[in-house]
Nanobody
Framework: QGKLVESGGGSVQAGGSLRLSCAAS????????MGWFRQAPGKERERVAR????????FYADSVKGRFTISQDNAKNTLYLQMNSLKPEDTAMYYC?????????????????WGQGTQVTVSS
C-alpha cells in the first residue's frame, strides 16, 4: 500500500512562487505515474501536471504551462511541483496523486493513491 504526504503549500501574493513536495512511501516500486491535481471550492478536481515514471514524460494543464514545473527525485521517492508566477486563480487545495499499472494520472478516476492535500492561496 502506498502513502503520499504533501508539504509546501502556503499563502503568497500574485507573481510569487511556491514549491510543493510529495513524499511517497510503501509500494513505490510499482508506481506507473505521479502527478498533481487541484480543487478549488465548488469546482471539480482538475489535473495540473503529471510525470510517467519509466519514460520521464511530463504533461501540463494549459492553464499552468510555462509557469509550473513537475519533477521527481527517485532516490528520495519525492515528487515536486515548482509554481512560479502564481495567479489568484491558482488558489486551491493541491493533491499529490499516484497510479500503479492499470491506473493513470490523466484523470482522477484512475488514480490509485492520494495525498491529504496542501492549501495554496494566492492573493491579488
Amino acid at each position: 500500500q502506498g502513502k503520499l504526504v504533501e508539504s509546501g503549500g502556503g499563502s503568497v501574493q500574485a507573481g510569487g512562487s511556491l514549491r510543493l513536495s510529495c513524499a511517497a512511501s510503501g509500494s513505490t516500486s510499482s508506481i506507473y505515474c505521479m502527478g498533481w491535481f487541484r480543487q478549488a471550492p465548488g469546482k471539480e478536481r482538475e489535473r495540473v501536471a503529471r510525470i510517467y515514471t519509466n519514460s520521464g514524460k511530463m504533461f501540463y494543464a494549459d492553464s499552468v504551462k510555462g509557469r509550473f514545473t513537475i519533477s521527481q527525485d527517485n532516490a528520495k521517492n519525492t515528487l515536486y511541483l515548482q509554481m512560479n508566477s502564481l495567479k489568484p486563480e491558482d488558489t486551491a487545495m493541491y493533491y499529490c496523486a499516484a497510479a500503479q499499472s492499470g491506473g493513470d494520472c490523466y484523470t482522477a478516476n484512475l488514480v490509485n493513491y492520494w495525498g491529504q492535500g496542501t492549501q495554496v492561496t494566492v492573493s491579488s
